[in-house]
C-alpha cells in the first residue's frame, strides 16, 4: 500500500485551491495546473480545449483559446502570445503548433527514410535540430511524431511513418519524442511532442486515406499500439486522435482508446488533441447526430482539445447545463492542457526564442540532415560491386528527380525552401567538375508521359561511363489523402530506364520517393539499386557520397519492399497460415500449363501469379563490406519466467571497404494459446567493421520481451519453445532455440 504523504508543495497547492494564491514555480505541472483550474471561470475552461486555426487576436486576449495552429509568421505568434499572456484574465500562455514532421527549415528525410537508418541516436539528433528551428520560427508544439504502423505502401503516409515494425517504430517513436522534448534555453522541455495517430490510422482498408482500419483487438495490442506506448512512455506531452474507426468507434470518440488504454493502461498524464475537424466529423462517421453530440462523445471518451472545428466552444456550456457533460469531466480536461503547458515552461518563458533567420539551416543542423539521409538510403542492388564508381568516371545524370529540388524535400515539408535543397545534379558537378557530368533528365517530372526526351538521355548515357537515373515520385504522390492504387514507377520511368539499360551502359538506380515503389520490371535490367526515398535539403550530397564511396551505405529497409501493388499488404511478421508457401513451391503462372489440373500446382498460401515474399525483405540492405555472420551463441537452452537469455553471434566484414552492419534479433514463439507472427523483431544494434575486422554482437531477452496478448486478452509471456535468429535481414540469419518454462 503506498504511504500517504503530505509535503509542504502539495500544502502549498492546496491552500492556493482556496486562496486563489499560485503555488511556487517548483510545485509540479500538476499542482500548478489545479491550482490555476481553482481559479478559472467555466469560459475560460472551454477557451482552454479549443484549438483554432490561424490568428484571432480577441480570443487570445480575452482567454477563449487554448492554442493556434500554423502561425506562420512569427511576429504574429509573439503578438498572439503576447495578448493571451498579458491581456487575458489569467494569463494563460498558449500552445502554438505546427506540422513539424522531418524537420523545419531544414528538412531531413522522411520518417520513412530516417526510420531506415536503424540509428535512434541520429533520429533523436534529428528531431532535437528540428525543434530547435521550430521555436525560432515561434512554435512551442509538434504534431511529430506520427508512428502508424504502415504495412501497405499504397497508403500515402507510409512515407510519414517509420514504416511497419512495431519495435523498431516504438524505439523510433522514443527517439523522436526525446528529441523534440529535450531541453533549450528557457524551455526545459523543448518543444511538445505529439504522437499520432491514436491509433491504428496505418491500416486502412487498401491503403486508401481515412478508410476503415479493421484490426483484430489482439493484433492491435501487440501490433498497433506497441508504437504510440513507445512515445508515451518516453515522455510525450501529447497525442492525437485518429480520423480513422476501429471496430465501429471512431478514436475521437473512443473511450476505450483514450481513457482506457492511454490513460489507465498506460498512465499518460499529458493532453490529446484530435486530428483536424475529426470531432464534428463524428457525425459523419454517423457516431453522433450533430455537432453537439459529437462534442459530447469527444468530451466523454477522453478528447482533451479540439482542433480547428469549434464544437467545444459552441456547445459546451449547453452540455454542462444540461448535465450530459460534467464539470469534472471538463476540470479533467483543462488540468492535462495546463499540465502540458506548464511542463513546457510556458508560464516561465511563454515566447521562446527570438525569430533569427540565421538559426535556420546551420551547418551543424545541414550536417545531421546529410548523415540522416546517408544513413537512411537503403542500398538494394549492387552486381558486381558497381557501387562505389570510381572518382575518374564521367556520368551521365538522367531521370526526373535528379535536379527537382521541391520534390526531394518529399510530404509535409511546409517550412522548408526549394532554394536551400542541393540536388544530386547541383551535388554530382560539385564533386566530379561540370565536365564530367552529362545531365539529361530524359523526363521533365514523375508523372511525363512524353518521350521526348529519351534520346537526349540515351546519347549521354553512350558517352558517359555510367549512367546515374534519379528515378521517383514527386512529392505530391504520397503523404495525407495521397495514395496510390498502382504503386510502380510513374508515368514513361520504366520506359526510360529500360531505354538506358539497353544502351549497354551500367545503370544506378537511385529511387527517391515517399513509399517502396513496384520496380519488378526494372530489378532484372539494371545492376545497382539505392532506394533513398525523398531525402530533404541534403539529398543531394548524401547520394553523391554515398555513390562515390565517401559515405558507405547502411540503410535498411523498414518496410517490405512488394514486387507488385497486388502483393498489398506485405510485411514480414505475419502469421504463417496453415499453408504456408516455401521458396521452391512457386511456378510463375507463365509456366503453367495450360489445360493442367487444379490440384496441380498444390494448396498454399500464395497469389499464382506472384510469390507471397517481397521483391526485398524487411530488415534487409547492403553494404560496401562482405558480412559474415558465425557462431551463434544462447547462454541456456531454457529460461525460468525470471530469466535472462543472452543471444549472441560473431560479425565478421571479410570485404575490402568499412561497412556499418545492423545485426537484428528476430523470436519466433514457435506455438501458443493463439497464433503469433512468423518472426517478431526484438533488437538491433549498428555495428562498424573495418575490413577484416570481426566483432561479437550480444542481445538480451527477458521473458517480458516474448510478452503477447493471450487467449482471454491477458498479456504476458507464455511458456513454450522459441526460435530465435541474428540476421542481417528478416528473411535469413544464423537460428537457434529455446524454451522458456
Ligand atoms: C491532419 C493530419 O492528419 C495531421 O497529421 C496533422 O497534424 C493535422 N492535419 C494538422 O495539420
Not at 508544439?141 to 504495412?151: E, G, H, L, Y
Not at 499504397?154 to 517509420?162: D, H
Amino acid at each position: 500500500m503506498k504511504t500517504p504523504r503530505f509535503s509542504l508543495l502539495a500544502a502549498a497547492s492546496v491552500l492556493g485551491l482556496f486562496t486563489g494564491i499560485l503555488p511556487a514555480q517548483n510545485a509540479t505541472p500538476d499542482e500548478r495546473a489545479r491550482a490555476m483550474l481553482a481559479r478559472m471561470t467555466t469560459e475560460e475552461k472551454i477557451g482552454q480545449i479549443q484549438q483554432i486555426h490561424g490568428p484571432d487576436e480577441a480570443a487570445a486576449s480575452e482567454g477563449r483559446v487554448g492554442s493556434f495552429l500554423n502561425i506562420v509568421d512569427p511576429a504574429i505568434s509573439m503578438k498572439l502570445q503576447r495578448e493571451a499572456v498579458e491581456q487575458s484574465r489569467l494569463g494563460i500562455p498558449l500552445l502554438l503548433g505546427r506540422d513539424v514532421i522531418h524537420g523545419f527549415r531544414t528538412v531531413f528525410p522522411i520518417p520513412l527514410g530516417t526510420a531506415c537508418t536503424w540509428d535512434d541516436d541520429l533520429a533523436r539528433e534529428g528531431a532535437r535540430a528540428a525543434a530547435a528551428e521550430a521555436a525560432v520560427g515561434g512554435y512551442n508544439w509538434t504534431f511529430s511524431p506520427m508512428v502508424d504502423i504502415s504495412r501497405d505502401a499504397r497508403w500515402g503516409r507510409i512515407a510519414e511513418s517509420f514504416g511497419e515494425d512495431p519495435y523498431l517504430s516504438a524505439r523510433m517513436a522514443a527517439a523522436f519524442v526525446e528529441g523534440y522534448q529535450s531541453p533549450m534555453p528557457g524551455r526545459p522541455k523543448g518543444i511538445a511532442a505529439c504522437v499520432k495517430h491514436f491509433g491504428g490510422y496505418g491500416a486502412a482498408e487498401a491503403g486508401r486515406d481515412y478508410g476503415s482500419t479493421p484490426i483484430p483487438p489482439r493484433e492491435l495490442n501487440d501490433v498497433y499500439l506497441k508504437p504510440y506506448e513507445g512515445g508515451v512512455k518516453a515522455g510525450a506531452l501529447t497525442v492525437m486522435s485518429a480520423f480513422n474507426e476501429l471496430d465501429g468507434v471512431p478514436c475521437t470518440g473512443s473511450h476505450f482508446l483514450l481513457t482506457e488504454v492511454l490513460r489507465q493502461r498506460w498512465g499518460f498524464e499529458g493532453m490529446v488533441v484530435s486530428d483536424w475537424e475529426s470531432v464534428v466529423e463524428l457525425t459523419t462517421h454517423g457516431f453522433a447526430k450533430d455537432h453537439r453530440e459529437a462534442a459530447m462523445r469527444a468530451i466523454n471518451a477522453g478528447l482533451d482539445m479540439e482542433m480547428t472545428s469549434h464544437s467545444y466552444r459552441d456547445y459546451m456550456a449547453d452540455l454542462l447545463a444540461s448535465g450530459e457533460v460534467s464539470m469534472a469531466t471538463l476540470d479533467e480536461r483543462v488540468l492535462a492542457i495546463l499540465r502540458v503547458k506548464y511542463a513546457l515552461g510556458l508560464f516561465e518563458d511563454p515566447y521562446g526564442p527570438a525569430f533569427d533567420a540565421k538559426k535556420y539551416l546551420l551547418p551543424e543542423t545541414l550536417a545531421l540532415a546529410q548523415r540522416t539521409a546517408e544513413e537512411g538510403a537503403v542500398l538494394l542492388k549492387n552486381e558486381g560491386d558497381l557501387l562505389p564508381l570510381g572518382k575518374g568516371v564521367t556520368v551521365a545524370v538522367v531521370g526526373p528527380l535528379a535536379d527537382a529540388a521541391h520534390e526531394q524535400l518529399g510530404t509535409w515539408a511546409p517550412d522548408g525552401r526549394d532554394a536551400d535543397a542541393v540536388t544530386p545534379l547541383a551535388a554530382l558537378r560539385v564533386k566530379l567538375g561540370a565536365d564530367r557530368v552529362i545531365y539529361a533528365p530524359g523526363l521533365t517530372y514523375s508523372r511525363d508521359a512524353s518521350t521526348g526526351g529519351f534520346a537526349a538521355a540515351v546519347a549521354a548515357a553512350k558517352k558517359a561511363d555510367v549512367v546515374l537515373c534519379f528515378a521517383g515520385e514527386e512529392s505530391l504522390l504520397s503523404g495525407e489523402a495521397h495514395s496510390r492504387a498502382d504503386i510502380t514507377l510513374p508515368g514513361e520511368q520504366e520506359a526510360l530506364v529500360q531505354a538506358l539499360a539497353a544502351t549497354g551502359k551500367p545503370v544506378v538506380l537511385v529511387l527517391m520517393t515517399g513509399r517502396p515503389v513496384a520496380i519488378e520490371n526494372l530489378r532484372g535490367k539494371v545492376p545497382a539499386i539505392l532506394a533513398a526515398f525523398h531525402g530533404g535539403t541534403m539529398a543531394g550530397p548524401a547520394l553523391a557520397n554515398l555513390l562515390f564511396g565517401d559515405a558507405s551505405p547502411s540503410g535498411r529497409l523498414t518496410v517490405s519492399w512488394p514486387m507488385a501493388s497486388g502483393q498489398e499488404p506485405i510485411y514480414y511478421n505475419h502469421k504463417s497460415s496453415g499453408r504456408p508457401a516455401s521458396y521452391g513451391d512457386f511456378v510463375p503462372i507463365e509456366k503453367i500449363p495450360q489445360g493442367q489440373l487444379q490440384t496441380s500446382l498444390g494448396f498454399k498460401n500464395s497469389h499464382i501469379d506472384l510469390p507471397p515474399w517481397p521483391a526485398w525483405p524487411f530488415g534487409f540492405g547492403l553494404t560496401y563490406g562482405k558480412i559474415g555472420y558465425s557462431d551463434l551463441e544462447l547462454s541456456a537452452k531454457k529460461i525460468g519466467m525470471d530469466g535472462v537469455l543472452t543471444v549472441s553471434a560473431t560479425v565478421t566484414n571479410s570485404g575490402a571497404r568499412a561497412a556499418t552492419e545492423v545485426v537484428q534479433l528476430y523470436v519466433r514463439d514457435d506455438y501458443g494459446c493463439v497464433t503469433r507472427p512468423v518472426r517478431e523483431l526484438k533488437g538491433y544494434e549498428r555495428v562498424s567493421l573495418a575490413p577484416g575486422e570481426s566483432k561479437k554482437v550480444s542481445f538480451t531477452l527477458r521473458p517480458e520481451d516474448l510478452s503477447f496478448t493471450h487467449i482471454d486478452m491477458a498479456m504476458g509471456p507464455e511458456k513454450g519453445t522459441f526460435t530465435v535468429w541474428i540476421a542481417p535481414d528478416s528473411a535469413s540469419g544464423l537460428e537457434g532455440h529455446f524454451s522458456l518454462e
